[in-house]
């Protein structure tokens, strides 16, 4: 299996997990309007770019 496609496998579940648990902890501290769950959602799934492409080099 090609190493894009690895990183791009973990993004799918790294990120969902990441936005999950950024989103619910706005929640949970109750800042959570729309734009400070868009900002956080969208930090996460940047955040899970790099994070992706560590564990699938490390498992190459």
Request: proline share 2%.
């Amino acid at each position: 299996m090609s190493m894009f496609l690895k990183t791009m496998i973990f993004h799918i579940f790294i990120g969902s997990t990441l936005m999950g648990t950024a989103v619910t902890a706005l929640l949970v501290m109750d800042h959570a309007s729309k734009m400070s769950i868009l900002v956080a959602a969208l930090t996460a799934f940047a955040v899970a770019g790099p994070v992706s492409w560590l564990i699938a080099r490390r498992l190459h």
